[in-house]
């Protein structure tokens, strides 16, 4: 995947994990806060106002039932309506508060069952109480003696209310632990969950950028090796996969122009050969051609010593014009043995300059195409008959 993507995507992929990671742990954060703000408002603004709301219950059922049985012993020690009147009004006042406070309570606790049935419970057994204080008070103005017994009944209703708000108190401080626990079992999540998100989010951009790097060192390298090759005069070129950034693309170029250099110096060699080949056929041409003139120039010599050796026995007219013809031919002769001589120089010089061009070319290891003229059997290049040394061509890239 790394070799497909281009420098700048690799550059920025480090940092750009790094930044998802950082957003995914803000978005963490953010949201063991949100959750750590709403367990703390579930215990402040809801549990602490239930336990309130119920201890303000239990307090004010307390207090009423004191003044009931304070206003019953006043009814009984017989104070006047006047003296009895304010403490009949308080006790009305506050009756009717906790009715408001158990109606109260009972709407904010909607949302758990078991909150509700307590409250609901108390409630029902207060609205009892309260029935029970108010008959045991009209008895207690027509006849005292028997109040007492009244109210007696009025205290079981109470004891009943009392044991269904202690009930109800136990149960909010159990929810209200309960939550409490629940927001330290959050924050200790979060405490664990956010240094091991941090500590992944460093390993995994240490680790991204150990990938990025050692990619680019990969197509670096290859690189250097290449041009370490080319200056030692190695044309084969190793097949690899090309990523797609820009030092792939400098690779590709590299290898394409080392292979059309390749290509280049096969091409010379083989002129070289050919050359040197046409050279050596031109010397053998040129030594037959020189041997022939060299016997013809032996005959025409035996064939004036003969005609001097019959010019000197005989002397005729026509002795003179032979002479003359043989040496003209000799003469021909000897130009044609020049010619041939500077010929056979030439064709030498040729394959000299053959076999130094094809030395030059073997300093360079170039790449097999399985073309039988060219090389030997052994991946080395056939040498130069006639040629300054032997010439060489490795295929392999084995280095000195």
């Known amino acids: 995947m790394l070799n497909k993507l281009r420098i700048g995507p690799k550059l920025l992929l480090a940092p750009g994990i790094v930044l998802v990671l950082l957003l995914i742990l803000a978005t963490g954060a953010y949201l063991g806060m949100a959750r750590q703000n709403q367990s703390l408002d579930t215990i402040m603004q809801e549990r602490a106002v239930r336990l309130k709301a119920v201890g303000d219950l239990v307090a004010g059922t307390s207090r009423a039932h004191t003044e009931a049985y304070q206003l019953l012993a006043w009814l009984n020690a017989g104070f006047t309506f006047n003296r009895t009147d304010g403490l009949v009004r308080a006790t009305h006042a506050r009756h009717a508060a906790l009715e408001r406070q158990f109606a109260r309570l009972e709407r904010i606790t909607q949302t758990d069952p078991a909150e509700r049935r ?7 057994a207060y609205g009892q109480y309260v029935k029970a204080v108010a008959d045991a008070l009209d008895i207690a103005i027509d006849d005292h003696a028997i109040a007492a017994n009244a109210m007696s009944k009025a205290g079981r209703a109470f004891d009943v209310v009392a044991q269904r708000l202690e009930q109800l108190s136990l149960l909010e401080q159990a929810l209200g632990e309960r939550d409490y626990r629940a927001a330290e079992a959050d924050f200790m ?11 992944a989010a460093v390993g995994l951009a240490l680790l991204v950028t150990s990938a990025v790097r050692n990619a680019l060192l990969t197509e670096v390298r290859a690189i250097g090796v290449a041009a370490v090759d080319l200056a030692e005069g190695n044309l084969a070129v190793k097949n690899r996969e090309y990523g797609g950034d820009e030092i792939a693309a400098t690779a590709r170029a590299l290898d394409t122009s080392v292979r059309n250099l390749n290509t280049t110096l096969k091409t010379i060699l083989a002129s070289a050969q050919a050359l040197d080949a046409a050279a050596r056929q031109v010397a053998r041409s040129t030594a037959e051609v020189r041997a022939r003139a060299e016997r013809q120039a032996a005959s025409l010599q035996q064939a004036s010593g003969m005609v001097r050796a019959l010019g000197a026995d005989d002397s005729t007219n026509g002795y003179g014009d032979a002479c003359a013809a043989i040496v003209e031919v000799d003469r021909v002769t000897q130009q044609s043995v020049a010619r041939v001589r500077q010929a056979a120089l030439d064709a030498g010089n040729l394959q ?26 052994d991946g080395v290049a056939a040498p130069l008959a006639g040629g300054p040394g032997v010439v060489r061509l490795r295929l392999a890239s084995v280095r000195s």
């Open 118 to 124: 307590f409250v609901v419970e108390a409630q029902a």
């Open 189 to 199: 999540t979060l405490s664990l969950w956010m240094p091991a998100l941090v500590a």
């Open 352 to 377: 000299h300059q053959a076999g130094l061009l094809s030395a030059a070319v073997a300093r360079f290891k170039l790449e097999a195409d399985g073309e039988s003229g060219c090389f030997a059997a």
